[in-house]
């Protein structure tokens, strides 16, 4: 178990490092990126900006250095400056980057000749006092660059992280609730009207996307219910803004508990029918598997109660299938609602993400993106030591 | 399926029939799978689509991009007649005056080929790998699962966004062959040759994220076939590691990866609708049933027939997929016998 646990973890890092690297340089590949903005000002006449205000902000943002230093400041806020060994300073003269491109002839004193198509080339001298990051390592996730310039990206999510979590797990835990009593109701009670009805809607429900179900429940609750005059769910918005007259309910107060809660069940609602049908399908099929298997007739057989033959019998050895769908909830918490959050226009950590995109903010999409990796790997290996606990035949080794 | 609401009497009943000594495989399956009510509704609403996309340029009454300058073309309602040409806006117009049942029948065909074309290739993907691991096992079976593990672990959605964002804004940074290119702009019915570079990386980056599951369930489905005594007789008469993989091994662990395709399509379709809503997969003004829906969300306190456009084909499509892979599942069972 514990050698389980530390080759786990070794391979969990080497995944964080690999995935973590790929997507910083995918993410600095992008054409454009904040500076595009910057030099589409400076073409334009009217609103002239100097070549070298711009390399200040290339500076700022770290454009100018290479894709390594700049990942590994990013990681862990190295290297700062020269390598700093007993006092000495070494390797001060290592080229780490490049301000300005342009094919340059250095000419040395001692006859030497480089052609280099670098202008203006970036020490490791010159990183000396440049401000920098503590690293993601040390849970510094850096500086917005484009959703809210200049502000911690810490910042940034700790705004939005509270919605996304209160969403993701009100649906997931409503979700859980109905989906395991009812998968398992109807896989006991195969073929009756409600294991036919289930298995219908919930076919339905898992056959389509939440943007399609999103869209539909907006259309439905929130545009004709409004215009039947029945009780109707807000559109497009977080928070109203002057008092709202729903039919049958009353007046909702902007900014009050009714306020906030209005505007949260339909997203909700969509949120936990997506979830629910293809957990009902899940669920309904390992049970129905255990169910078929000899030791249930045996059971059976010797004359234990239903109840025991399902509680005790099958559902204990279809648990696997269970913490699968129990752990799987653990990393939609940060980045599960994308397309939800964009319907209702929900400022959660999924709008961030498609914001900071659109941004091109690096370091807000690194860290939502982080925040998930870390999310998903500590989910599978908590899976494999639930697993054990529940089924004692599976040994870590 | 319990959907297909079958009787099990009546079943019994058909089963004491004997079987005719020509059943092939093949007849055995299709019969069961004609069976199947819903998955043969499917595949007929499933061809009418694909013939409407197919045909295209035929059936649509206007151009792709057509602009409808006249002021006060815009969100004609459906039936309504083109002051312009004469012809009719079977389903009304956009914001900007395009017709929409045209764009809508591109669309399909661009979302179509799309989710097609990336889950061949996932499952081509994932067929090879697979097999390679179950059959070699070994060092290859590991670094393949490590490789599997690695992609399986990857936070889907967010990933594909962000890929997604930088490579469909860019997609010189994947080097596709100018011939390849060329073809796909054929096959879409596309003008530009950049259009079908986006269209390009989109297929690939959904390949990339898409083969890991076709790649598990092959590698399972090979580590027990290859024990099998056919494959052991094979083997004992010198069949090479080739011969046997492809006559034997791949044929016999494929049915359940049939059942996969079928399903995968509707997640590639998923997939792809959902990064064109979010603007960030393809965009104007190339039409997919995504990026549709994503600009009726804007009128439809107004127009609230407007979303419904393309979500009923979309609907339509994501069932049917659905069905057609529960009706084959059932089929190619060899658990069932009748």
Redesign the interface.
């Known amino acids: 178990m514990v050698n389980f646990l530390i080759r786990r973890i070794i391979a969990m890092i080497v995944m964080f490092l690999v995935i973590t690297f790929v997507a910083y340089n995918v993410l600095s590949l992008a054409p454009g990126g904040p500076l595009q903005e910057l030099q589409q000002q400076q073409q334009n006449n009217a609103n002239r900006l100097d070549p070298f205000a711009i390399e200040r902000v290339m500076v700022r943002y770290e454009f100018d250095l290479d894709l390594i230093p700049r990942y590994t400041r990013w990681l862990m806020g190295q290297p700062n400056g020269p390598l700093n060994l007993f006092g000495q300073e070494m390797f001060g003269a290592t080229q780490v980057g490049c301000l300005r491109k342009g094919e340059t002839i250095f000419k040395y004193p001692d006859g030497r000749v480089v052609v280099s198509d670098c202008e203006v080339p970036v020490y490791l001298n010159d990183l000396k006092g440049r401000a920098v990051s503590k690293g993601i390592l040390a849970l510094d996730f850096g500086t917005s660059q484009g959703v809210l310039r200049g502000r911690p990206v810490s910042e940034v999510l700790n705004s939005r992280i509270g919605l996304t979590l209160l969403l993701q797990g009100i649906s997931s835990l409503l979700a859980l609730a109905i989906a395991v009593p009812l998968g398992i109701y109807t896989a006991v009670k195969q073929y009756s009207k409600l294991d036919y009805a289930t298995t219908t809607v919930a076919f339905l429900g898992s056959s389509l996307p939440s943007l399609f179900w999103g869209l539909m429940g907006l259309l439905v609750f929130a545009v004709l219910f409004k215009q039947w005059g029945l009780p109707y769910f807000p559109a497009g918005t977080f928070v109203s803004n002057t008092p709202q007259t729903v039919p049958l309910i009353g007046v909702i107060e902007p900014e009050s508990f009714g306020d906030r809660a209005w505007h949260l069940i339909l997203p909700i609602l969509i949120l936990t029918f997506v979830s629910l049908s293809g957990w009902i399908r899940y669920i309904r099929a390992s049970v129905l598997e255990v169910l078929k298997q000899d030791y249930v007739r045996t059971a059976r057989a010797k004359g234990l109660t239903e109840r025991a033959v399902i509680l005790k019998h099958a559902v204990r050895n279809a648990l696997i299938p269970f913490i699968t769908l129990v752990v799987t909830i653990l990393p939609g918490l940060v980045a599960g609602a994308i397309i939800t959050e964009t319907i209702f226009s929900l400022p959660g950590v999924g709008n961030l993400l498609v914001a900071a995109i659109y941004g091109s903010d690096y370091n807000v999409a690194m860290a939502v993106l982080l925040l998930s990796v870390v999310l998903t790997l500590i989910a599978y290996v908590l899976a494999d030591i639930l697993y054990t606990v529940a089924d004692p035949r599976i040994r870590l080794r | 399926?319990?959907?297909t609401?079958i009787n099990p009497q009546k079943e019994n009943e058909k089963s004491r029939k004997p079987l005719a000594r020509a059943d092939t495989q093949f007849s055995i399956v299709a019969r069961r799978f004609r069976r199947h009510r819903l998955a043969m509704v499917s595949l007929l609403v499933l061809g009418v689509i694909f013939a409407a996309s197919i045909l295209a340029r035929q059936i649509s009454p206007f151009e792709r991009d057509y602009l409808n300058v006249e002021s006060g073309a815009k969100f004609l309602p459906p039936f309504s007649t083109s002051p312009e040409t004469g012809a009719i806006h079977w389903l009304g117009t956009n914001q900007i005056g395009q017709d929409l049942f045209t764009r809508l029948i591109y669309a399909a065909r661009i979302s179509l080929t799309t989710a097609i074309l990336a889950t061949t290739l996932s499952t081509l993907v994932g067929t090879i790998l697979g097999t390679l691991a179950g059959y070699f096992r070994g060092i290859v079976d590991s670094v393949i699962q490590r490789v599997i593990d690695?992609f399986s672990?990857?936070?889907t959605?967010?990933?594909l966004?962000?890929?997604t964002?930088?490579?469909v804004?860019?997609p010189r940074?994947i080097p596709i062959p100018t011939f390849l290119i060329k073809l796909l702009q054929a096959i879409m019915l596309f003008d530009q040759e950049r259009e079908a570079r986006v269209v390009a990386a989109l297929i690939l980056i959904l390949t990339l994220l898409g083969w890991t599951g076709v790649a598990r369930l092959m590698r399972g489905q090979v580590l027990q076939v290859r024990e099998r005594e056919f494959v052991e007789g094979a083997r004992a008469l010198g069949a090479s590691s080739l011969a046997i993989i492809t006559r034997h091994i791949v044929p016999n662990a494929f049915p359940p990866v049939i059942v996969a395709f079928t399903l995968g399509l509707?997640s590639s379709l998923?997939a792809e609708?959902?990064l064109s809503?979010?603007?960030?997969g393809i965009q104007n003004p190339i039409p997919t049933w995504?990026n549709m829906?994503a600009f009726t969300?804007s009128y439809?306190?107004e127009r609230?027939y407007l979303?419904?456009i393309p979500?009923f084909p979309?609907?339509l499509c994501?069932?049917a997929?659905?069905f057609i892979g529960d009706g084959l599942r059932d089929a190619l069972d060899p658990r069932q016998t009748k």
């Not at chain 2, 809503?277 to 960030?280: A, V």
């Open positions: 399926m319990a959907i609401a690695f672990n990857l936070p959605l967010p990933i966004l962000i890929l964002a930088v490579l804004t860019d940074l509707a998923t609708t959902s809503f979010l603007g960030i995504g829906l969300q439809m306190f609230p979303p419904l979500a979309m609907f994501s069932v997929f659905n």
